[in-house]
C-alpha cells in the first residue's frame, strides 16, 4: 500500500488513498453483527477532484492509470437513479471500467449484481450454472467467453432466454455476433474507452453490429479518414469539451483513440468497429492489410483458441493458430483439416493480399502461453514476440524454396499454372479459363509476384531468369505457360513490340463496331444533363464539385462501381468529403444521381428502365473511369477499361436526342510521350510509336482511337456526334489544401526518402508540367460543356489539359522539399533505385521506377513529361488553363505537409525514429538541406 501511495503522490499530489474494506472483512463482520470503522471522507464540491484512479486495458502497451473525477460521475447521477433493469450476472472484475460501471449503477439504480468468486476459473459452466442458481436476467462478459458458451451445448439457448447480453472490454467477433443473434441472443455491445467513457450503443437484433453515438457525446465525436480510400476505413477522434474525457493525446486536447471503423452503406450515423489502428499490418511493399475477418473467421472453430495474423514487413501474411483444449490431442496435419473451411472463408472476407494459405498457418502446441489483458483482450506485441523465431523460421523456409529442382514434362506445366494462379486469387477450375485475365478477377501486384515465386518452385526454367513482371506481362494461363515454356526452352520472342502492337490494333478494330442510328428523335432539353464516370476518382470528384456549381447543368448522373445506388451514392459523399469538397449547398447537391453501375456490361449495369431514362435526357458524357495500374500489360486493360469506351460510344450513338451527346473522354499524354522528343506536341492524333511502352498508355491509345473511328463512323453515317479526347497532364495536389493522391508516382518517390534516405536526381535536371488537380478539373468541365461548333462531329477533336508553366526537378522540386520538412540525400537515379529495392524489396511501383529511372536521361522512354505541349485550342475554351499559375514553393509545402499527415506516412516516421529502418533521414527539421552534390 504505501509504494502505491508514494507513487500516486507523485503522479497527483494531494490525493489520498484510503484503504478498502476486503470482502472477507465484511463477510465476517456481518456474521458477528458488528460494524468496520471506515474513515471519514470530506467531501469537496469540486467536481474536477479525482475520486478514482483506474487503468486502461494495456491490450497495446503498459496500462495507463486514467483518474476519473467526481463531475464525472455526477453527469450519471441522475440517470443512473431512476435506472432499472434485470439482475446482472457480471464476469467482469471491477477494476474494469465497465465493471466498475456496472458496480456503481447498482448502487444507485434498483437490480441486483452477482460477481462470480474471483479466485476461481471463469468456465463457461460456471457462468451457466451462476445463471441459473442467482436467476439474473442479464448477462455482462467479455466475448471469448461468449464464444465457450456457443460452442457449450445449450449455451445459447440459455443465453437466448436472458433479457439482455453485454459484451464488453473487446469488440465481438462479427461471425460470433451474427451466430448468437440468429439464436435468438439480445446482444448489447456498447463502444467506449477508461479515457473518454461511453461513447456509442448498439440495438439489439439483426443490426446488432452498428453503432450509433450516445446523445451525451455525438457532438464531441469526428470520424477522419484513415489510410487508402478505397479501405473505407475512418479514425475516431474524441474532442475536447466532452463531458467525460478525462485524458488528451494531441495538442488540441482531443483523444485520437486508434479505433477505426466501416460508415453504414445508407445511414451515416451508424459505425462499425473493423479494428485497432496498431492491429493493421503494413507489408513490405506498403500495403496495409486488415486480417481481423480472417482472424475471426479461424478463431469461431472450436478446435481453435487463438488465431493471428503476422507478417509486418513481410511479402505475405501468416498465421499463428493455438489450439484449444479440446484439440489437445490432434496432430497438425488433422487441425490443418478441420481448420481449412473456415481459413477459406476467412481469405473469402478479406483483401486478396490480406489471404493466408493453409501452408502459412503456424499451429502451436494447446495450452500454448497467450498473453491476454484483465479484459481477455489479446496482447498482440507480447504474442509476437513469443512467437518470433517461429515466424522467422517459417519465411526461411520460404525463401529456401526458391527455385524448382526437378523438372516436370512440358505437358503439365499448364496445369500447375490454372492450379497456382487458383490457389492465389481463389478461383475454381471453372471460372479460371485459357484465356481469363488474372487481373479481371481481382489480382494485384503482391499475388502476382506469389504467383511467379510459386511457378518458379514447381516449374523448372533450366537456370534461366524469370523476369519479375512475368505474371504482368502474360496475364493468362495461355499466354504465360507459352512463356514458361519459351523461357525454360531459350525460346523467348525477340519482337514483342510488334506483338503489342497487332493487339492494339486488335483491340480497337474488336471495339469499333458500333450500332445503327435510332429512328426515333427528340430535341436534347435546353438544361445539360451530363453523364459522369469515374466521379470518385482523384480528378473525378473535383469534376463533380465543378460540375454541381454550373448553372446550366440540371442533372448529374454518376456512375459508380458499388453494390446499390445507395452505397454508390455514400461512395460519391465519402469521396468529397475526403477531398474536402463537401461544403456545397444541399440545393446543388441534390442535382447529383448516384447509379451503381457495371461499365464492363454492354449496358453498363443498368436495369431497363435506368437504361431509357438516361439515353433519353442525357446531353454530355464525360468518360474518366480508368484501371490504373502502371504494372499491367494492355490486355489486362481491356474489361472494364477499354470495353467500357465502346459501351458508352454505343448509348451516345443509339441517343434518340438530337444533337447527340457530345462524348469528351479523358485520356493522357501517355499515348504522345515519346513524341515529345520531335518537339512540341501538337492537339492531334498520334500513332502507335508515340505511345508509352506501359499498359496503361497503351490502353488510352486504343481509346483514343476507338473514339476517332466513332467521330469517322458519325460522318460517314451522315448524323451529328460530337467526340472530343482530353490529354490530361501530370496533375498533382488541389491549390487549396495540397491534397495529391499519395498512391501515385510522385508521392510514392517522395515518401521513399523516409525509407531509403535518398531522392532521385535527374542527369542534366528534368522540367516537368504539372498542373493542380482543382484546376484540371475545372477545366475538363469547360472544354466538355463547351458551346457546339460547326467543325464537331466531323472528326474527334483533341484538347491538351496540362500546364504551360515549367517547374524543374533537380533546381526547384528537389530544394523546397528541402527547405519544408524533409531531410534526404540527393542522389543520382540508379543509386537511388538500388537503395529502394535494399529498403522495399517487393515495392509496388518498383518495376514502374526500374523503367523511368533505371536508364539514362536521353532514353525515349521516360513517364515523367520532359517535352512540352501545345494547349493553344485548349486555352480558347478554358479560363482555368489560361489563368493557370507555377506550381510555387507554397503549394510544395502544402503537399508535403498533407503527405506526413497520413496516418500511413507517419508509421514510416515512426518506424525510422525507432531505428526499424535500415537508413534513417530525418524528418521536421526546418533547416534540413537536400545536398545536391555534383553527379559524374
Known amino acids: 500500500m504505501g509504494r502505491v501511495q508514494a507513487s500516486t503522490q507523485e503522479d497527483q499530489p494531494g490525493f489520498d488513498l484510503l484503504a478498502m474494506a476486503q470482502m472477507d472483512e465484511i463477510e465476517a463482520i456481518s456474521r458477528r453483527g458488528a460494524r468496520i470503522d471506515l474513515p471519514e471522507v470530506q467531501y469537496k464540491d469540486d467536481t474536477d477532484t479525482p475520486f ?21 460521475e455526477l453527469r450519471h447521477v441522475g440517470r443512473r437513479i431512476s435506472q432499472t433493469g434485470p439482475d446482472l450476472l457480471a464476469t467482469l472484475p471491477v477494476f474494469h471500467s465497465f465493471g466498475f460501471a456496472n458496480f456503481v449503477a447498482t448502487l444507485w439504480g434498483t437490480f441486483g449484481l452477482s460477481l462470480l468468486n474471483a479466485s476461481r476459473p471463469v468456465t463457461a459452466s460456471v457462468i451457466l450454472k451462476a445463471l441459473d442458481i442467482t436467476n439474473c436476467k442479464a448477462l455482462a462478459t467479455v466475448p471469448h467467453l461468449l464464444k465457450f458458451i456457443n460452442e457449450t451445448p445449450g449455451g445459447a439457448e440459455r443465453l437466448a432466454r436472458l433479457q439482455r447480453v453485454a459484451a464488453a472490454g473487446a469488440a465481438m467477433p462479427e461471425v460470433l455476433g451474427n451466430e448468437l443473434s440468429g439464436k435468438g441472443v439480445k446482444i448489447i455491445s456498447p463502444y467506449g474507452q477508461s479515457e473518454s467513457g461511453g461513447l456509442m450503443v448498439n440495438s439489439p437484433g439483426r443490426d446488432w453490429i452498428w453503432l450509433t453515438a450516445t446523445p451525451i457525446a455525438e457532438p464531441y465525436l469526428r470520424f477522419d479518414p484513415y489510410g487508402d480510400e478505397d479501405q473505407g ?5 474524441v474532442l475536447p469539451g466532452m463531458p467525460t474525457l478525462v485524458a488528451s493525446n494531441r495538442p488540441d486536447g482531443s483523444y485520437a483513440t486508434q479505433d477505426l471503423f466501416v460508415r453504414h452503406p445508407t445511414d451515416p450515423k451508424k459505425w462499425k468497429f473493423s479494428r485497432r489502428a496498431d492491429d493493421i499490418i503494413v507489408l513490405v511493399n506498403g500495403l496495409k492489410a486488415d486480417p481481423h475477418l480472417l482472424e475471426e473467421s479461424v478463431a469461431k472453430n472450436h478446435n481453435v483458441d487463438t488465431a493471428m495474423a503476422f507478417g509486418a514487413g513481410r511479402d505475405s501474411l501468416g498465421l499463428i493458430v493455438v489450439p484449444s483444449a479440446s484439440a489437445a490431442g490432434l496432430s497438425k496435419e488433422e487441425l490443418a483439416v478441420r481448420v481449412a473451411p473456415d481459413l477459406e472463408m476467412g481469405n473469402s472476407r478479406v483483401s486478396a493480399y490480406a489471404r493466408v494459405s493453409l501452408d502459412s498457418v503456424i499451429f502451436r502446441e494447446a495450452g500454448s502461453e497467450v498473453p491476454r489483458t484483465a479484459k481477455d483482450t489479446l496482447i498482440r506485441s507480447k504474442f509476437l514476440e513469443i512467437c518470433k523465431d517461429d515466424i522467422d523460421a517459417h519465411y526461411a523456409a520460404r525463401e529456401a524454396q526458391t527455385n524448382a529442382q526437378v523438372s516436370v514434362a512440358d505437358d503439365e506445366v499448364k496445369g500447375i499454372v490454372r492450379e497456382v494462379v487458383g490457389s492465389v486469387v481463389s478461383a475454381g477450375y471453372a471460372e479460371l479459363g485459357t484465356d481469363t485475365d488474372f487481373f479481371g478477377l481481382g489480382m494485384d501486384s503482391l499475388q502476382a509476384s506469389h504467383v511467379r515465386a510459386r511457378l518458379l518452385r514447381r516449374v523448372s526454367v533450366g537456370g534461366r531468369v524469370l523476369p519479375t513482371n512475368v505474371v504482368f506481362e ?4 495461355g499466354q504465360l505457360t507459352d512463356y514458361l515454356l519459351a523461357v525454360r526452352n531459350g525460346e523467348v520472342s525477340k519482337d514483342a513490340k510488334n506483338s503489342e502492337k497487332a493487339n492494339a490494333q486488335r483491340l480497337v478494330h474488336k471495339y469499333s463496331q458500333f450500332p445503327q442510328c435510332a429512328g426515333q428523335k427528340i430535341h436534347a432539353p435546353p438544361g445539360r444533363v451530363v453523364l459522369l464516370t469515374g466521379a470518385t476518382g482523384f480528378i473525378g470528384r473535383h469534376v463533380v464539385h465543378r460540375l454541381v456549381s454550373w448553372p446550366k447543368v440540371d442533372r448529374i448522373y454518376c456512375l459508380v ?16 468529403r475526403g477531398a474536402r469538397l463537401e461544403a456545397t449547398d444541399h440545393g446543388n447537391r441534390s442535382r447529383v444521381v448516384a447509379l451503381a453501375s457495371d461499365l464492363g456490361e454492354a449496358r453498363l449495369g443498368l436495369n431497363d428502365e435506368q437504361y431509357e431514362t438516361l439515353r433519353t435526357s442525357v446531353t454530355d458524357i464525360i468518360h474518366g473511369a480508368w484501371a490504373v495500374n502502371f504494372n499491367m500489360s494492355l490486355s489486362s486493360f481491356e474489361n472494364p477499361s477499354i470495353a467500357s469506351v465502346s459501351h458508352l460510344l454505343d448509348f451516345a450513338i443509339s441517343s434518340p436526342l438530337q444533337p447527340r451527346p457530345r462524348f469528351s473522354f479523358i485520356s493522357s499524354i ?5 513524341a515529345m522528343a520531335q518537339g512540341q506536341v501538337k492537339e492531334m492524333r498520334y500513332g502507335w510509336e508515340a505511345a508509352t511502352q506501359m499498359g496503361y498508355g497503351q490502353s488510352k491509345w486504343v481509346a483514343e482511337e476507338i473514339c476517332s473511328a466513332a467521330a469517322n463512323y458519325a460522318a460517314q453515317k451522315g448524323f451529328d456526334f460530337s467526340v472530343q479526347i482530353l490529354r490530361v497532364g501530370q ?22 526518402a523516409l525509407t531509403t534516405g535518398a531522392l532521385p536526381v535527374r542527369e542534366g535536371d528534368e522540367v516537368v508540367f504539372w498542373l493542380p488537380v482543382d484546376i484540371a ?25 496540362s500546364s504551360t508553366t515549367p517547374l524543374r526537378w533537380n533546381a526547384e522540386f528537389l530544394p523546397a522539399l528541402g527547405r519544408n520538412n524533409l531531410s534526404f540525400e540527393a542522389v543520382p537515379p540508379q543509386e537511388w533505385l538500388r537503395r529502394l529495392e535494399s529498403a522495399v524489396p517487393n515495392h509496388r511501383l518498383l518495376q514502374f521506377f526500374k523503367r523511368t529511372y533505371g536508364v539514362v536521361r536521353d532514353d525515349r522512354e521516360c513517364e ?18 489560361r489563368s493557370a499559375t507555377k506550381i510555387d514553393e507554397e503549394l510544395i509545402c502544402k503537399f508535403l505537409n498533407y503527405w506526413l499527415g497520413l496516418e500511413a506516412w507517419k508509421s514510416i516516421q515512426n518506424k525510422t525514429a525507432t531505428g526499424d529502418q535500415a537508413r534513417a533521414p530525418q524528418v521536421g527539421r526546418k533547416d534540413s538541406g537536400v545536398g545536391i552534390g555534383k553527379i559524374e
Open 777 to 801: 478539373g475545372a477545366a475538363i468541365v469547360e472544354l466538355a460543356l463547351r458551346s457546339r461548333s460547326g467543325d464537331d462531329g466531323k472528326e474527334a477533336r483533341v484538347f491538351h489539359v
Open 864 to 881: 515523367s513529361v520532359g517535352g512540352e505541349l501545345d494547349l493553344s485550342e485548349a486555352r480558347k475554351y478554358s479560363s482555368a488553363l
Open 670 to 674: 501517355a499515348t504522345v510521350i515519346l
Open 474 to 477: 502474360n496475364p493468362t494461363v
Open 52 to 72: 478514482l484512479v483506474i487503468h486502461s486495458g494495456g491490450t497495446t502497451g503498459l496500462p495507463k492509470p486514467v483518474a476519473r473525477h467526481v463531475g464525472f
Open 561 to 576: 462501381r458499388a453494390d446499390s445506388n445507395e452505397a454508390a451514392e455514400l461512395r460519391i459523399a465519402e469521396s468529397l
Open 731 to 752: 496533375v498533382v495536389g488541389d491549390t487549396k489544401h495540397g491534397m495529391w493522391n499519395p498512391k501515385e508516382a510522385i508521392p510514392v518517390t517522395v515518401q521513399s
Open 233 to 237: 476505413l475512418w479514425h475516431l477522434i
